[in-house]
């Protein structure tokens, strides 16, 4: 093999395990990739639970989602990390990251609220609209890996 192609394979094989490592490694090992398993879970279980009437299950997968939504809240996407942000770029990316979070707390205290009530026609619905906050999260804060 003459000596620039051992260069260029040699290269290759570097950029190929770098990018082995990013999409297997990181990613998913991340504290708040193990939290959005758990929303995700809890999610489904409130579905569930609000399809069969089981008001007080639901209740208390919403109270589960509430404590999720804010501990994921606290964490700093991988995406911030590999972007590098710093200083006042980290800040106010970190700001639009909870103001989402936001929303979607605000969201779940209503479909409690709804809960409480017993209104149950109400609860459907909002419970369906929760999936918006995931594309919003998803689409600004998720990086592609
Ligand atoms: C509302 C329902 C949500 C569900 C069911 C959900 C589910 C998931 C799941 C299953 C993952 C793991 C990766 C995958 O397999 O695709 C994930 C990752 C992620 N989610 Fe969510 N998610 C939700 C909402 C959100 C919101 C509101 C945000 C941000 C405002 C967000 C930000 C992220 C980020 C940044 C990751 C990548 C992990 C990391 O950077 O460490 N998610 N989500």
């Known amino acids: 093999m003459k000596l620039v192609n051992m260069i260029a394979a040699m290269g290759m094989i570097a950029v190929s395990s770098v990018s082995f490592a990013h999409g297997h490694g990181a990613c998913s090992k991340t504290d708040l990739h193990g939290q959005m398993m758990s929303i995700k879970k809890e999610l489904r279980a409130l579905s ?18 509430i404590g999720l939504f804010e501990a994921s809240k ?9 972007q590098n942000l710093q200083g006042d ?12 979070f936001d929303s979607a707390i605000e969201k779940l205290q209503v479909i409690d609220a709804e809960i409480a009530n017993g209104n149950s026609s109400k609860i459907g619905s909002a419970v369906r609209e929760l999936g918006k906050y ?12």
């Open 134 to 145: 995931r594309k919003i999260g998803h689409s600004k804060f998720k990086a592609d890996c």
């Open 74 to 82: 606290a964490e700093t996407p991988y995406l911030f990390h590999e």
């Open 48 to 65: 569930q639970d609000v399809k069969s009437d089981n008001l007080k299950g639901a209740g208390e997968h919403v109270d589960k989602l």
């Open 89 to 100: 770029a980290l800040m106010s990316a970190r700001t639009e990251y909870e103001a989402v």
